[in-house]
């Protein structure tokens, strides 16, 4: 199901050519609507440079396109070939409700929330470790991070960036796979620093690398892809179906749910790093600091 990274710049270009020789616009046309030079333009759509993913958004833009059709076509085995277990598990009992377009994606959103709030715990304990003086190998140790996830000299991030908006996508599933950030580096071959900026949307991803990611991810590339109005797509679809009597009930009890889940989740986790500090022979009263766990919490 995957597009091998050593020709996806020419057969992205090729799709882009295309999709320009559909629209009646010649590659100077084009270039001067994205404000690009004619030399540049066609070096994309020749395969000779790698084009960057917020031009291929520029590029789709003016071409009246999503930019996913702009991307080499994997072969599609299932529907919901991109799910993690657990979610298909859950939305399973929806199959025959007529509600398999949100239903989904709701899951998901509260499937991916509790991961995210793992994380959060895990990073709330490790940066507390760290001014308690507890060395770096223990902490790793202990939450599964690494310095650079806990580090507190982060630099400013533009959310309303692409690459931000990447970065996040790949963390999701990062997540939902239950790969640390070392483990994906490993499998995709490049540093621990560079996943962690590609991330925070710190350093410009290519589609080469990102091709690789989602493949040790097994994931279509497109669930990493940012759709423009995706957030509007989910509200829409929660509104069609609104007078659902089924879907209310499923939106309260994912609401409902969520809430109340937070701190349950963000507490199981402390403790889960709690007794891995204990393991590592660290002293109770750093670990009552650092968790803001109280001790019977931390002995049950």
């Given amino acids: 199901m995957f597009v091998s990274a050593s020709n996806v710049s020419y057969r992205i270009g090729q799709r882009i050519e295309n999709c320009r020789l559909m629209r009646g616009h010649t590659q100077i046309g084009l270039a001067s609507k994205i404000g690009l030079t004619y030399q540049e333009v066609n070096s994309y759509e020749s395969g000779y440079s790698a084009i960057p993913i917020e031009v291929l958004y520029v590029i789709a833009r003016v071409l009246s396109v999503n930019v996913?059709?702009?991307?080499?076509?994997?072969?599609?085995?299932?529907?919901?070939?991109?799910?993690?277990?657990?979610?298909?598990?859950?939305?399973?009992?929806?199959?025959?409700?007529?509600?398999?377009?949100?239903?989904?994606?709701?899951?998901?959103?509260?499937?991916?929330?509790?991961?995210?709030?793992?994380?959060?715990?895990?990073?709330?304990?490790?940066?507390?470790?760290?001014?308690?003086?507890?060395?770096?190998?223990?902490?790793?140790?202990?939450?599964?991070?690494?310095?650079?996830?806990?580090?507190?000299?982060?630099?400013?991030?533009?959310?309303?960036?692409?690459?931000?908006?990447?970065?996040?996508?790949?963390?999701?599933?990062?997540?939902?796979?239950?790969?640390?950030?070392?483990?994906?580096?490993?499998?995709?071959?490049?540093?621990?620093?560079?996943?962690?900026?590609?991330?925070?949307?710190?350093?410009?991803?290519?589609?080469?690398?990102?091709?690789?990611?989602?493949?040790?991810?097994?994931?279509?590339?497109?669930?990493?892809?940012?759709?423009?109005?995706?957030?509007?797509?989910?509200l829409s679809l929660i509104n069609e179906y609104r007078e659902q009597e089924s879907l209310d009930a499923l939106v309260k009890f994912l609401s409902e749910d969520m809430k109340n889940g937070k701190e349950k989740v963000k507490k199981t986790e402390k403790i889960k790093v709690a007794k891995n500090l204990v393991k590592a022979g660290v002293s109770t009263d750093v670990i009552l600091r650092a968790s803001g766990l109280t001790a019977d919490e931390c002995e049950n």
Avoid: M
């Avoid at 908006?165 to 499998?187: F, M, P």
């Fill in 68 to 234: 996913v059709d702009l991307l080499p076509k994997p072969i599609t085995v299932r529907e919901y070939e991109d799910e993690d277990e657990e979610i298909l598990y859950l939305t399973k009992i929806y199959e025959n409700q007529k509600l398999g377009k949100i239903v989904p994606s709701l899951v998901r959103f509260v499937h991916i929330s509790e991961k995210i709030n793992q994380e959060e715990a895990r990073l709330e304990v490790a940066k507390n470790l760290v001014k308690e003086g507890v060395s770096i190998d223990i902490i790793s140790q202990a939450t599964g991070l690494s310095i650079h996830e806990y580090d507190n000299t982060e630099r400013e991030i533009c959310t309303d960036s692409i690459y931000y908006r990447v970065g996040q996508r790949i963390r999701e599933w990062r997540l939902i796979r239950r790969y640390t950030q070392e483990d994906l580096a490993n499998k995709v071959g490049v540093t621990l620093k560079e996943i962690h900026e590609y991330e925070k949307g710190y350093t410009a991803i290519s589609f080469d690398k990102l091709y690789q990611i989602a493949e040790q991810l097994s994931v279509n590339i497109k669930v990493l892809l940012p759709k423009t109005r995706e957030s509007k797509k989910l």
